[in-house]
């Protein structure tokens, strides 16, 4: 067993000043048991604890580390950049450079704003559709995460007529009165709720592959219907591609399923590591967003200059050729191993992967949904994680998260991380 105590030191310090102990939920261990690793340090493929335990690290910090841990080029724009101050809150050329790059590998995002989060995005996105069509309804998917917005933190109501009610404390209904989280991959009850709701509705906001319920593609011609629907009812229809943008190819999920939408909230790499996020999308639709209209929106460091760095070094090395292929071809290894070692061992599992994020569900049938997603052994998932962990490999402490492979993970390591899943659905009566 690996040595945990000064982990568990830093997390008693820790319990007594942060709820959790943590700064955010996800990062407390509490879905798969024992405390959560502090982290000293990390590079490349490799991430290591406060007691010097090394890991191969599948979560990259959920997103964001597409070129993996502290890349050299990254973290001299960043020296670069703060050695000529950190933030002037006035704008910068740097914004600039990160904007176009943004637009030339996103073509329907004909004008951005930069925020300093992805759910700073996803806020600004829904306020600006509110603003635009002067419509009050939003309509989102049950299990596809948003970030922290109020009116998206809701359960979807029983059936299709009763709206969201507030999945967290401290959101009024009020907030959550116009809100209608429908199933994911389920085109016909879309269709039903937009044949009765259509021309009150502001926007469908969506992940274009969901994420945050395990990795769950679109099935085909979803996509096609929300877009089909909202042109048709004058509704925008928002891609969430806060972990799809850039993750999935430099165009990211439009550009992998061919379907435009009128808005794209983006986040985790356009910053490379560091906090950016950004909307963006067609320029008429952008026009209302102040000073030019009347959506009001703002932020202290928002397109700030050391995280822009970040992101548009990042991005520069995205654009590499054949940068996407190699990831490809890595996050297939490490699928194909992970399935064979799950069958070879008679586990119970689904799996599921598109580009370079994977997943592997603890249930024998499809996953579609949310609802499929929920009746994962999530105990048999947490087995697998502390197995995986004990032997060196980090995949995320949740059944409903991503697993994430980078260009620094080497062939090696996949290969290291396929045998150690071959241990851990052996023994941990997965
Ligand atoms: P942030 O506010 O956490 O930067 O982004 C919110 C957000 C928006 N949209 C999508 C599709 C997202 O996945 C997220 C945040 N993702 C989670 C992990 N699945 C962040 C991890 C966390 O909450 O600590």
Known sequence: MHDKTKSQQAHERALRLMPGGVNSPVRAFA???????????ARGAHITDLDGNAYIDYVGSWGPLVLGHADEDVVAAIAAAAARGTSYGAPTEAESELAEMIRECVPSIEKVRMVNSGTEATMSAIRLARGYTGRGIVIKFEG????????????????????????????????????????????????????????????????????????????????????????????????????????????????LFGVTPDLTTLGKIIGGGLPVGAYGGRAEVMASISPEGPVYQAGTLSGNPVAVAAGTATLRKLMREGFYAELESRAAALAEGLESAAHAAGAETRHTRVGSMLCTFFRGGEVRDFADARKCDTAA?????????????????????????????????????????????????T
Not at 31 to 41: H, M
Not at 234 to 254: K, M, P, S, Y
Not at 403 to 410: I, N, R
């Open 381 to 429: 998932y947490a087995r697998f994680f502390r197995s995986m962990l004990e032997q060196g490999f980090y995949f995320a402490p949740s059944q409903f998260e991503t697993a994430f492979v980078s260009a620094a993970h080497t062939d090696e390591d996949i290969a290291r991380t396929v045998a150690a899943a071959q241990e851990a659905f052996a023994t941990s009566e």
């Open 31 to 41: 879905a798969v048991g024992g405390g959560p690793l502090f982290i000293k340090s």
């Open 144 to 255: 596809c995460y948003h970030g922290h917005v109020d009116a998206l933190l809701v359960r979807a109501g029983s059936g299709l007529a009763t709206f969201g009610t507030p999945s967290s404390a401290g959101v009024p209904e009020s907030v959550t009165r116009d809100t209608l989280a429908l199933p994911y991959n389920d085109a016909q009850k879309f269709a039903d709720a937009m044949k009765k709701y259509g021309e009150r509705v502001a926007c469908v906001i969506v992940e274009p592959v969901a994420g945050n319920m395990g990795l769950i593609p679109p099935k085909e011609g979803f996509l096609e219907a929300l877009r089909e629907s909202c042109t048709r009812h004058g509704a925008l229809l928002i891609f969430d591609e806060v972990i799809t943008g850039f993750r999935l190819g430099l165009g990211g999920a439009q550009n």
